[in-house]
């Protein structure tokens, strides 16, 4: 099976400036999540779709951070403006069902650097 | 809350070296419990997970059991290889949320 789509691999911009990411899950798999992974750190949970609802989004920085999944299948994530501390590595994930036996299967992800 | 916690690297094995990453967690309920790869370069893969207490979770020589009464699932494998080395995330998904939370990860270099 085709995995999860991430684009674009890579974003350079300066701060203030926006920028979006797309995510386009493994089919048939109706959550979808995406991630912040700072350098050294682990992945941190923005926000957490059950097919196109919200499921969680309380670490999701609300005044700078959007994301929409509005047909229930791909998302955009999007920063506006960016801070220097948003430069990350922005993981899309997606798994069959909120079940806790259901693993979440990863993209590549999104390197983003704002100077 | 529920909570992650593994050993701090990076760890240096020399090859054919016997592994063991320690990972402890905090969690309401039953929670599912993984480990998580990531090689240079590459995205995260799931490398095997187990879904209640004493069950094993096994894949490409690595193994861990799923331990209730000390809380942890320590990753282990009997002989490494140059090739096993990557950061590798221990995770819990909770039974509640559906919400995957990570540890902070452990570098592991293999040196031939």
């Known amino acids: 099976e085709a995995g999860v789509a991430q684009s674009p691999r890579y974003k350079i911009i300066e701060k203030r400036q926006s920028v979006a990411f797309w995510c386009n899950p493994i089919?048939?798999?109706?959550?979808l999540y995406w991630y912040q992974q700072i350098l050294g750190q682990g992945p941190k949970l923005l926000i957490q779709?059950?097919?196109?609802?919200?499921?969680?989004d309380s670490q999701l920085p609300k005044d700078r951070f959007s994301a929409e999944r509005l047909k229930g299948v791909d998302s955009t994530l999007k920063i506006q403006p960016a801070k220097l501390e948003d430069s990350a590595v922005y993981l899309c994930?997606?798994?069959?069902?909120?079940?806790?036996?259901?693993?979440?299967?990863f993209g590549n992800g999104t390197r983003l650097t704002v100077t | 809350g529920n909570s992650v916690t593994q050993m701090e690297g990076p760890v240096t094995l020399s090859e054919e070296a016997f592994l063991t990453i320690n990972c402890t967690y905090t969690?309401?309920?039953?929670?599912?419990l993984f480990w998580y790869v990531q090689y240079p370069g590459e995205g995260l893969q799931l490398l095997l997970k187990?879904?209640?207490?004493?069950d094993k979770g096994s894949n490409k020589g690595f193994e861990a059991t799923y331990r209730k009464e000390t809380t942890s699932f320590h990753l282990e494998k009997g002989s490494v290889q140059v090739s096993d080395s990557a950061v590798y995330f221990c995770?819990?998904?909770?039974?509640?949320?559906?919400?995957?939370?990570f540890g902070q990860g452990t570098t592991l270099q293999v040196k031939p």
């Open positions: 969690a309401t309920g039953y929670p599912s």
């Open positions: 995770a819990l998904k909770a039974s509640n949320t559906g919400k995957l939370i």
């Open positions: 779709f059950q097919n196109n609802g919200v499921v969680d």
């Open positions: 187990a879904t209640k207490a004493d």
């Open positions: 994930a997606s798994s069959l069902s909120q079940e806790e036996n259901s693993p979440l299967h």
């Open positions: 089919s048939g798999h109706a959550t």
